[in-house]
């Protein structure tokens, strides 16, 4: 049997909200890796693209809120197809925040231009690899319907965790040692901090992907306990 024309049309206006979600990603991804470049070669232009660029990706959230307000409105979807707009809207809100981080890790990038150098510890350049490769694979898992890797992102959650605490030890000990580096020194665990946050927004995204495809609630921890 043929789709009905609003049906058919329904499942375009999905296409085009899924389409919006990755440029979306795209661009909150290039901030994230354009931040970290920013800090990493000391270069005040890429930190200024980051910070001037956040409104595109505002943009964009509110862009995604309003095809999901009027989808809901005019379609009135049920089961995979609801849960895959309440998911959008989430998804959304979580990398407009990843843009938010970017901008902040930026502007860590601007004050560190005029402090004492002090080389970024190895610890948090491994976070930046494994919080990159979260958010990419938690968009890949979503683009795929994939809730296998989706569970797998969450999983590497701790990973990221455990080398915050470690880059705050290592600082809290430059900060002792060295008490002409503790501005340098903050603005580092600063950026440590934001990449924990785009580590858990990363998580977000991969749970609501298990979501969207088994409707299975799996936020904090809810699987394990059988709710």
């Known amino acids: 049997m043929n789709a009905s024309p609003a049906h058919g049309h329904f499942h375009d206006e999905l296409s085009e909200l899924k ?3 990755l ?9 994230l890796g354009r931040a970290l470049e920013a800090l990493l070669k000391r270069d005040p232009g890429l930190a200024e693209r980051v910070i ?13 809120e309003e095809t999901v307000i009027d989808l809901l409105a005019t379609q009135q979807p049920m089961a995979r197809d609801l849960r895959l707009l309440v998911a959008a809207t989430k998804i959304a809100n979580d990398l407009e925040r990843v843009g938010d981080h970017a901008v902040n890790i930026a502007q860590s990038a601007e004050r560190l231009l005029s402090a004492r150098l002090i080389a970024p510890e190895p610890e948090l350049l491994e976070m930046a690899r494994q919080a990159r490769a979260m958010l990419s694979g938690a968009l890949d898992a979503f683009v795929r319907g994939d809730a296998k890797l989706g569970r797998e992102i969450c999983r590497r959650d701790d990973s990221v965790d455990a080398l915050h605490h470690s880059v705050f030890r290592i600082l809290l000990t430059h ?8 501005g340098a020194a903050m603005d580092l665990f600063l950026v440590s901090r934001n990449l924990e946050r785009v580590a858990d927004l990363a998580t977000n995204i991969a749970e609501d992907v298990v979501f969207v495809v088994e409707g299975k609630t799996i936020k904090h921890h809810a699987e394990e306990r059988g709710d």
């Not at 440029?23 to 901030?31: I, L, R, V, W, Y």
């Not at 900060?175 to 503790?182: G, K, L, R, T």
Request: avoid cysteine; charge should be negative.
């Open 19 to 21: 389409a919006k979600l």
């Open 175 to 182: 900060m002792m040692e060295d008490p002409h580096i503790i």
């Open 52 to 64: 001037a660029g956040d409104r595109a990706i505002d943009a964009l959230e509110l862009e995604i």
């Open 23 to 31: 440029t979306m990603s795209g661009e909150a991804q290039d901030a």
